[in-house]
């Protein structure tokens, strides 16, 4: 990473300081009021970005962990826990990470409008009850101690500022480091999450965690504005309002978070100055978010999509860099041994009595017509689907469980669809996918043997053929004993094609990976795979040295098509 811009995020939270410090002191009275309004908003919105805008997930329950921040809070302001204010501010946001644990639990079996109801059932119910039991001290009118050097309303706006702006260097860093990295990729497929050793819970868990945090730290905030905190400030329908302005502005940015929060504050105000009950600005909100959902892209996208265009440079193209061949080793013992694998969907048999194997350092090729089988083959033997009948051994151990665990004791694969996650770059993607820390030189070294774009640059701007060779770089850096690639090189034109099967050639020599390689290409299959396995209707109809095989009439005959091999 270049240096500036490792440090450009402190340049800009030193900027939003200097900011800060600034409108604390300018500020008519009544606007820094409104100020601490928009920074809690703000805070509570880039935990919405971290669930939703992030990791994908609906969470409509936002101010109740708002609340939580707000109960401990108020708790350890009336039972006088030592440490004070900003001591109860991380306890306060600590307990909301534990209820968002919580409520990510059930979650992990929810999607979309499912977890929808139920999340907003949780905020409506949370709200139910707050108003039954009462914040703490709030019936004895015991208001909440500010930190001793910002009691006043302005100086506890620049407070408020700098929470922000230590949330926003918080969330900044999760994003780049592995955590961020999981969240995007489960948030586009959580089959490529399980395919890359991650844990889909884990990613998930985490995103509800540190969500709910930041909802934790801005509902405590928001108390010691108020002094005493009320049920009115954390009701559902806030939480709906607040998600939708969430997905509106595009809070997974962080600068859009801080505007999605000045709207928060701003419409009502302005409403309310114009003579317009306020209520009307959650059906502005509404409208706005319907527009968002609806697929029209959010502000923030909007708005970054402008900045990149000016700065693109456009796609790296695969290009067919010259590097020197080196020699392939030739294959040894088995690593994966697949025997007897039978599946069914309904009547139609997927797969019957197949067999398997890939030599240390060989190549693999699994050809067939569509519907074949082979795509079945590679999900059953990587744990994507359990019921199958059969064993799978590599290193001679039977290979069992879930994907997840397949992934880490070395077995790797792609997917023929594409399970590439846009919001990320090339380099964080592959690192991620990799599963350990790598040099720059050894990413960057890769990414140019397999001709990808170099790691800076976004996926969002790869083309989809080019987006699956970053993926198979990723497993390849991962150094699994057995990749298994299931028509890798299918969106690529087909000078590419042929480049692609000179690399992957070298593959077993330079990675130390053996390959089961999936191709519906001939060419590519003759000068890249070493033995071959033709399937046809779930079974093998042949398996041997690729000559042989290629050579059986009952392969020409069944699968190739008369004699034009020959
Ligand atoms: P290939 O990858 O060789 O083109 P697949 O493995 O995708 O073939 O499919 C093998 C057969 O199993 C096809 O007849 C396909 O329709 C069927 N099949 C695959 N997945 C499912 C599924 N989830 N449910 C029902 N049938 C399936
Ligand atoms: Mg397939």
């Not at 006043?152 to 700098?162: I, P, T």
């Not at 890359?196 to 010691?224: D, E, H, P, Y």
Request: charged share 15%; net charge positive.
């Amino acid at each position: 990473m270049r240096l500036a811009e490792r440090f450009l995020p402190f340049a800009v939270a030193a900027a939003a300081v200097a900011v800060g410090y600034g409108l604390s002191v300018g500020l008519a009275g009544y606007f820094v009021y409104l100020g601490v309004s928009a920074v809690v908003a703000a805070i509570a919105l880039l935990g919405l970005g971290v669930v939703t805008g992030t990791a994908g997930m609906v969470s409509l329950c936002q101010l109740t962990f708002g609340a939580v921040g707000a109960f401990v809070v108020s708790a350890c302001n009336v039972a006088g826990v030592p440490g004070g204010f900003v001591a109860w501010l991380v306890l306060g946001g600590l307990a909301a990470a534990v209820a968002g644990v919580l409520v990510g639990l059930p979650a992990l079996r929810l999607r979309g409008i499912t977890l929808a109801v139920v999340t907003l059932g949780l905020a409506a119910a949370a709200d139910l009850t707050l108003v039954q039991i009462q914040f703490p001290g709030a019936t004895e009118g015991l208001p909440v101690e500010r930190p001793e050097a910002f009691s006043d309303d302005r100086s506890y706006f620049f407070f408020a500022v700098l929470v922000l702006v230590a949330c926003g260097l918080l969330v900044h860093s999760l994003r780049r480091g592995r955590w961020g990295s999981s969240w995007h990729l489960v948030a586009f497929s959580e089959r490529g999450t399980a395919a890359v050793g991650a844990g889909v819970r884990t990613s998930k868990l985490t995103a509800f965690a540190v969500s709910a945090a930041l909802g934790g730290v801005s509902g405590g905030l928001l108390t010691g504005q108020v002094g005493l905190a009320f049920p009115a400030s954390f009701t559902a329908i806030q939480s709906l309002a607040l998600y939708v302005l969430a997905v509106m502005s595009g809070a997974h940015l962080i600068d859009m978070a801080v505007f999605g929060a000045l709207l928060w504050v701003a419409v009502p105000e302005l409403l309310k100055r114009w003579g317009v009950p306020q209520d009307w600005g959650f059906v502005i909100f509404g409208v706005l978010g319907i527009q968002a959902l609806a697929g029209r892209g959010n502000l923030g996208t909007a708005v970054r999509d402008l900045f990149h265009r000016r700065r693109s440079r456009g796609p790296a193209g695969v290009g067919l860099s010259d590097i020197a061949d080196v020699e392939p080793l030739p294959p040894g013992e088995p690593v994966l041994e697949v025997r007897g694998l039978s599946v069914h969907f309904g009547h139609v048999k997927a797969l019957s009595e197949v067999d398997v194997v890939v030599p240390e350092h060989g190549i693999l090729g699994v050809i067939g017509p569509n519907g074949a089988g082979k795509s079945t083959l590679v999900d059953v033997v990587s744990g994507f689907l359990p019921r199958a009948t059969g064993t799978v051994t590599l290193d001679g151990r039977p290979l069992t469980g879930s994907p997840t665990r397949r992934a880490r004791r070395g077995l790797r694969r792609t997917f023929q669809q594409d399970r590439v996650p846009p919001g990320l770059t090339v380099g964080a993607y592959v690192r991620f996918v990799a599963r350990r820390r790598l040099p720059g030189t050894e990413v960057a070294g890769a990414l140019e043997f397999f001709g990808c774009p170099p790691a800076r640059t976004p996926l969002s701007r790869v083309d989809a053929g080019a987006r699956r060779l970053v993926e198979v770089v990723g497993h390849l850096l991962a150094r699994p004993r057995v990749l298994l690639l299931d028509e890798p090189a299918a969106g690529l034109p087909h000078e590419e094609h042929v480049a692609f099967g000179r690399r992957l050639r070298q593959v077993p020599a330079r990675f130390g990976v053996s390959v089961l390689l999936i191709e519906h290409d001939l060419d590519l299959v003759r000068s890249v795979c070493d033995r071959l396995t033709v399937l046809d209707f779930g079974e093998v109809l042949a398996s041997g040295p690729q000559a042989d095989v290629l050579a059986d009439p009952a392969v020409l005959k069944a699968y190739m098509g008369e004699t034009e091999l020959l």
